[in-house]
């Protein structure tokens, strides 16, 4: 058979078996390589994680490589949904399915734990166990507060008490003690500079408070993403007894919608304009904004209701700046006051409108009526 000949039948298997027109692994569309050993059809990025289990999986491409009749046949007999159905039977709902635009390392970990850890086939509940045990404990670099040190912390995850604890070198009194009821965690390799790095915030005392840490092993911060994840949802089970497992998985990991920096004036907006790093989060509603990417602690925060509670978001001309540096400006009114920040450049300007016109176009839950009053309260 011909490569041309190749090209058709893979055509027609990919067409013609529910699931192969998506990666097995993270839902890109169109993947154009294949494990020939398992009979699954990935993207690229995905191929290149393959690459690093050769007694698992064994990846070729669609287009350049040459397959043999037999190996064309697996791929007919197997395929996405068919080798899903073995390697995720079990995957607990707390674990973190990883999206196409997700880190290495999540995506990573999730191929390793599938195909060559065979975590979720239900042969054995080890993994589980582990996640979701009363306790999860190991060491982890953490950031400093006050400095860019890394420096190694014991980090113990209780379900006894819903709490996360830190503490410093041997002292048996934690640094910190935080509660799952605001706990947030989320992958920033980008911001943390590692490809492990993980932001771990939480409210204290009304202020968003941010933990940057990381571990070397991959498989380590990756079980302790998933752990904080189960610990949240068995937090929310008996916080919210009446609702349904498949409503609470979107609280686990709440990422933000936008961030980025922007210049920030003061209320009467005669005020020098200071450079900001702001992050904006849907499920909060809430635009926080930090002198630093790596700030452990928010400057300040912004709530934001819907055009029906005095909310709105426009473009403002940059004839109107008062001595920023940029001039794609933008201006948010709330019932308190009128908040004005510059972007550098009209491409973030307008990802900006977007996702700000995005909180305010939502419609407003018993949730975000309490948080609203509370972040009056301590303003």
């Known amino acids: 058979m011909n490569m041309q000949q190749h090209f058709w039948l893979f055509s027609t298997v990919k067409l013609t ?188 005392e009304e202020r968003t408070r941010n933990l940057f840490v990381y571990h070397e092993n991959g498989q380590v911060i990756v079980s302790w993403f998933n752990a904080i994840r189960a610990t949240r949802l068995a937090y929310l089970q008996r916080k919210h007894p009446s609702l349904r497992e498949n409503d609470l998985i979107p609280q686990l990991t709440r990422r933000c919608l936008k961030e980025g920096y922007m210049e920030k004036t003061g209320p009467t907006q005669r005020e020098p304009f200071k450079k900001r790093w702001f992050t904006l989060c849907s499920i909060n509603r809430k635009l926080l904004y930090f002198k630093t990417p790596l700030d452990a602690t928010e400057l300040g925060a912004v709530f934001i209701g819907t055009e029906d509670h005095s909310y709105s978001v426009i473009e403002t001309s940059s004839k109107n700046a008062r001595g920023g540096r940029w001039h794609c400006g933008i201006t948010l009114q709330t019932p308190g006051r009128q908040f004005v920040f510059m972007c550098e450049l009209k491409q973030e300007q307008q990802e900006w409108l977007e996702a700000l016109r995005q909180v305010i176009g939502q419609p407003m839950t018993p949730e975000d009526y309490a948080n609203e009053a509370n972040w009056r309260r301590g303003k």
């Not at 404990?137 to 709490?163: A, H, I, M, P, Y």
Request: charged share 25%.
């Open 17 to 204: 078996q529910a699931g192969n027109n998506m990666c097995a692994d993270c839902g890109a569309p169109d993947p154009d390589w294949a494990s020939y050993t398992l009979g699954i059809f990935v993207c690229l990025n995905c191929s290149g994680m393959h690459r690093n289990l050769p007694a698992v999986s064994r990846v070729k491409s669609i287009h350049l490589d040459f397959w043999e009749d037999s190996q064309v046949e697996f791929m007919k007999q197997r395929g996405n949904t068919a080798v899903k159905t073995e390697y995720e039977k079990c995957v607990p709902a707390f674990i973190y399915r990883p999206q196409q635009d997700d880190c290495i390392v999540l995506k990573d970990q999730w191929i390793h734990a599938k195909y060559e850890r065979r975590e979720f086939t239900g042969e054995n509940s080890y993994f589980k166990q582990d996640y979701t045990s009363d306790t999860f404990e190991s060491t982890l670099w953490k950031k400093g507060k006050d400095n860019k040190q890394f420096l190694k912390r014991t980090f113990v995850l209780s379900k006894k008490d819903f709490t996360l604890k830190y503490y410093v070198k041997d002292s048996k009194v934690p640094k910190a003690v935080v509660s799952m009821k605001d706990l947030n965690a989320v992958f920033q390799p980008d911001k943390i500079g590692h490809a492990h790095g993980l932001q771990i915030s939480y409210l204290q």
